[in-house]
Protein backbone atom coordinates (compact mmCIF):
# COMPACT_ATOMS: atom_id res chain seq x y z
CA UNK A 1 0.00 0.00 0.00
CA UNK A 2 2.71 2.10 0.92
CA UNK A 3 4.50 1.47 -2.68
CA UNK A 4 1.10 2.36 -3.94
CA UNK A 5 0.29 5.75 -2.57
CA UNK A 6 3.52 7.16 -3.71
CA UNK A 7 4.14 5.41 -7.34
CA UNK A 8 0.56 6.35 -8.62
CA UNK A 9 0.32 9.90 -8.10
CA UNK A 10 3.80 9.43 -10.26
CA UNK A 11 2.89 7.67 -12.80
CA UNK A 12 -0.41 9.88 -13.10
CA UNK A 13 1.71 13.38 -13.46
CA UNK A 14 4.06 11.65 -15.76
CA UNK A 15 1.25 10.29 -18.17
CA UNK A 16 -0.48 13.68 -17.84
CA UNK A 17 2.37 15.77 -18.07
CA UNK A 18 3.62 14.04 -21.01
CA UNK A 19 -0.25 14.07 -22.49
CA UNK A 20 0.16 17.98 -22.19
CA UNK A 21 3.46 18.13 -23.07
CA UNK A 22 4.19 20.41 -20.26
CA UNK A 23 8.00 20.72 -20.00
CA UNK A 24 7.67 22.34 -16.55
CA UNK A 25 5.25 19.83 -15.28
CA UNK A 26 7.35 16.53 -16.83
CA UNK A 27 10.33 18.22 -14.78
CA UNK A 28 9.10 18.49 -11.82
CA UNK A 29 8.10 14.59 -12.22
CA UNK A 30 11.15 13.37 -13.14
CA UNK A 31 13.00 15.12 -10.17
CA UNK A 32 10.10 13.90 -7.62
CA UNK A 33 11.02 10.37 -9.38
CA UNK A 34 14.63 11.27 -8.29
CA UNK A 35 14.22 12.52 -5.37
CA UNK A 36 11.92 8.94 -4.18
CA UNK A 37 14.84 6.95 -5.81
CA UNK A 38 13.24 5.41 -8.65
CA UNK A 39 15.49 6.84 -11.28
CA UNK A 40 18.76 5.01 -9.82
CA UNK A 41 16.74 2.34 -9.21
CA UNK A 42 14.05 1.14 -10.99
CA UNK A 43 13.40 -2.08 -9.46
CA UNK A 44 11.54 -0.17 -7.41
CA UNK A 45 8.87 0.69 -9.10
CA UNK A 46 5.42 -2.27 -8.80
CA UNK A 47 5.94 -4.32 -12.21
CA UNK A 48 1.91 -4.29 -12.24
CA UNK A 49 2.28 -0.10 -12.69
CA UNK A 50 4.80 -0.38 -15.38
CA UNK A 51 6.83 2.46 -14.06
CA UNK A 52 10.02 2.10 -15.68
CA UNK A 53 9.31 2.17 -19.18
CA UNK A 54 6.59 5.40 -18.61
CA UNK A 55 9.74 7.04 -17.08
CA UNK A 56 11.63 5.99 -19.85
CA UNK A 57 9.20 7.30 -22.39
CA UNK A 58 8.86 10.66 -20.20
CA UNK A 59 12.49 11.09 -20.27
CA UNK A 60 12.71 10.79 -24.58
CA UNK A 61 9.33 13.12 -24.67
CA UNK A 62 11.11 15.50 -22.72
CA UNK A 63 14.60 15.59 -24.48
CA UNK A 64 12.82 15.65 -27.51
CA UNK A 65 10.57 18.78 -26.66
CA UNK A 66 13.12 20.92 -25.06
CA UNK A 67 15.39 19.76 -28.29
CA UNK A 68 12.17 21.50 -30.25
CA UNK A 69 11.54 17.99 -31.53
CA UNK A 70 8.24 16.48 -32.44
CA UNK A 71 7.47 13.24 -30.37
CA UNK A 72 3.84 11.27 -30.69
CA UNK A 73 3.26 10.82 -27.28
CA UNK A 74 0.15 8.84 -27.92
CA UNK A 75 2.04 6.11 -30.30
CA UNK A 76 4.50 5.61 -27.27
CA UNK A 77 1.36 5.34 -25.11
CA UNK A 78 -0.09 2.44 -27.22
CA UNK A 79 3.24 0.57 -27.25
CA UNK A 80 3.49 0.65 -23.73
CA UNK A 81 -0.28 -0.74 -23.17
CA UNK A 82 0.68 -3.53 -25.86
CA UNK A 83 3.52 -4.65 -24.31
CA UNK A 84 1.59 -4.07 -21.20
CA UNK A 85 -1.01 -6.12 -22.69
CA UNK A 86 1.20 -9.12 -23.85
CA UNK A 87 2.69 -9.73 -20.49
CA UNK A 88 1.03 -12.53 -18.65
CA UNK A 89 1.85 -11.32 -15.12
CA UNK A 90 0.53 -7.87 -15.71
CA UNK A 91 -2.62 -8.69 -17.70
CA UNK A 92 -4.69 -8.66 -14.47
CA UNK A 93 -3.80 -5.14 -13.15
CA UNK A 94 -4.36 -3.79 -17.39
CA UNK A 95 -7.92 -2.78 -16.77
CA UNK A 96 -7.13 -0.60 -13.56
CA UNK A 97 -4.07 0.91 -15.13
CA UNK A 98 -6.50 1.96 -18.05
CA UNK A 99 -9.45 3.53 -15.82
CA UNK A 100 -7.06 5.50 -13.80
CA UNK A 101 -5.59 6.57 -17.52
CA UNK A 102 -8.53 7.26 -18.61
CA UNK A 103 -10.61 9.07 -15.59
CA UNK A 104 -7.29 11.61 -15.69
CA UNK A 105 -7.32 12.07 -19.37
CA UNK A 106 -11.33 13.13 -18.91
CA UNK A 107 -10.51 14.87 -15.62
CA UNK A 108 -7.06 17.06 -17.64
CA UNK A 109 -9.43 17.99 -20.90
CA UNK A 110 -11.91 20.63 -18.75
CA UNK A 111 -9.57 21.88 -15.76
CA UNK A 112 -9.89 25.06 -14.57
CA UNK A 113 -7.34 26.54 -12.41
CA UNK A 114 -3.55 26.39 -11.73
CA UNK A 115 -2.11 22.72 -10.88
CA UNK A 116 -1.82 22.10 -7.40
CA UNK A 117 -0.59 18.22 -7.75
CA UNK A 118 1.94 15.89 -9.46
CA UNK A 119 -1.01 14.38 -11.50
CA UNK A 120 -2.39 17.65 -12.83
CA UNK A 121 -5.45 18.01 -10.66
CA UNK A 122 -6.30 21.72 -10.18
CA UNK A 123 -7.04 24.08 -6.72
CA UNK A 124 -10.67 23.74 -7.83
CA UNK A 125 -10.49 20.09 -8.52
CA UNK A 126 -8.56 19.39 -4.91
CA UNK A 127 -10.76 22.00 -2.78
CA UNK A 128 -13.57 20.41 -3.73
CA UNK A 129 -12.32 16.98 -2.88
CA UNK A 130 -11.32 18.28 0.41
CA UNK A 131 -13.93 19.79 1.37
CA UNK A 132 -16.21 16.46 -0.02
CA UNK A 133 -13.66 14.62 2.37
CA UNK A 134 -14.95 17.30 5.24
CA UNK A 135 -18.92 16.95 4.68
CA UNK A 136 -18.67 12.89 4.66
CA UNK A 137 -16.84 13.41 7.80
CA UNK A 138 -19.24 15.72 9.64
CA UNK A 139 -22.28 13.01 8.58
CA UNK A 140 -19.97 10.02 9.35
CA UNK A 141 -20.31 8.58 5.78
CA UNK A 142 -17.42 5.25 6.27
CA UNK A 143 -18.30 4.57 2.26
CA UNK A 144 -17.95 7.88 1.08
CA UNK A 145 -14.78 9.14 3.23
CA UNK A 146 -13.03 5.99 2.29
CA UNK A 147 -13.53 6.61 -1.47
CA UNK A 148 -12.47 10.28 -1.48
CA UNK A 149 -9.12 9.26 0.54
CA UNK A 150 -8.64 6.68 -1.92
CA UNK A 151 -8.28 9.48 -4.59
CA UNK A 152 -6.68 11.79 -2.63
CA UNK A 153 -4.27 9.21 -2.60
CA UNK A 154 -4.28 8.46 -6.27
CA UNK A 155 -4.11 12.23 -7.07
CA UNK A 156 -1.61 12.72 -4.64
CA UNK A 157 -3.25 15.69 -2.77
CA UNK A 158 -1.21 17.32 0.25
CA UNK A 159 -3.29 18.84 2.75
CA UNK A 160 -2.03 16.53 5.27
CA UNK A 161 -4.18 17.77 8.18
CA UNK A 162 -7.50 16.83 6.79
CA UNK A 163 -6.44 13.66 5.24
CA UNK A 164 -4.66 12.76 8.60
CA UNK A 165 -8.79 13.92 10.60
CA UNK A 166 -10.40 11.94 7.57
CA UNK A 167 -8.16 8.82 8.08
CA UNK A 168 -8.47 8.73 12.03
CA UNK A 169 -12.42 9.16 11.66
CA UNK A 170 -12.28 5.84 9.11
CA UNK A 171 -10.56 4.11 11.83
CA UNK A 172 -12.98 5.10 14.33
CA UNK A 173 -15.95 4.68 12.32
CA UNK A 174 -14.81 0.65 11.98
CA UNK A 175 -14.84 0.31 15.49
CA UNK A 176 -17.80 -0.78 17.22
CA UNK A 177 -17.22 0.86 20.85
CA UNK A 178 -16.09 4.23 19.04
CA UNK A 179 -19.56 4.12 17.32
CA UNK A 180 -21.75 3.29 20.38
CA UNK A 181 -20.09 6.49 21.96
CA UNK A 182 -20.92 8.75 19.64
CA UNK A 183 -24.25 7.61 19.12
CA UNK A 184 -24.90 7.94 23.01
CA UNK A 185 -23.33 10.89 22.87
CA UNK A 186 -25.01 12.69 20.10
CA UNK A 187 -28.21 11.49 21.58
CA UNK A 188 -27.65 12.89 25.06
CA UNK A 189 -27.23 16.17 22.91
CA UNK A 190 -30.67 15.81 21.46
CA UNK A 191 -32.17 14.65 24.62
CA UNK A 192 -31.13 17.82 26.23
CA UNK A 193 -31.43 18.46 29.78
CA UNK A 194 -33.98 16.60 31.68
CA UNK A 195 -37.13 17.81 32.37
CA UNK A 196 -37.09 17.13 36.07
CA UNK A 197 -34.15 19.97 36.18
CA UNK A 198 -31.14 17.31 36.68
Keep these: LAALTVQVPLLAGAEN ?6 VESMQE ?14 ERWL ?11 LAEVLAALEAGKAVDVEKLQQERDAALEAAPQKKQSVAHVKSVKSARSTKGQGGRG ?10 DDQTALL ?4 GAMEVCDIHRIEELLNDAMKEGVSDREVL ?9 LSSEAWV ?9 ELDGPSRDGT
Design 17 to 22: SMAQKD
Design 164 to 172: REAQAMYKN
Design 131 to 134: LGLM
Design 47 to 57: PELNGREVFRD
Design 29 to 42: VLEQARRQGFLDDP
Design 114 to 123: RKSTITGLTE
Design 180 to 188: VEAVESRRQ
